[in-house]
């Protein structure tokens, strides 16, 4: 157990940051999992809003550090390659 006031502080600290993170991510999940059931339905305009919000979340979560610069930008890119993809069979 911890003794002093600074590690206690330090304690509180990590718990409501874990908690904001872990509610942080469910949300970005909750997003990226409607861009892809949107994709998988062949929905081409709700997959582009879809994936305009996803976007935006993922460079605010990677701004934030929750998720690394580099995985946002793959999943953004993977997502937009799906994307294009069924636009470009639908044409």
Known sequence: MAHSLSSHKRIRQNLKRR???RARKSVLKGRLRLC???LAKRDTPTA?????DVCRALDRE??????H???????????AR??????AAAT
């Open 82 to 87: 799906k994307l294009n993809a069924q636009k």
């Open 19 to 21: 908690i904001r993170n």
């Open 62 to 67: 990677a701004g934030r550090g929750l998720i």
């Open 69 to 79: 610069r580099n995985a946002a930008a793959r999943r953004k890119s993977r997502l």
């Open 48 to 52: 582009e809003e879809a994936f305009r």
């Open 36 to 38: 892809v059931e949107a």
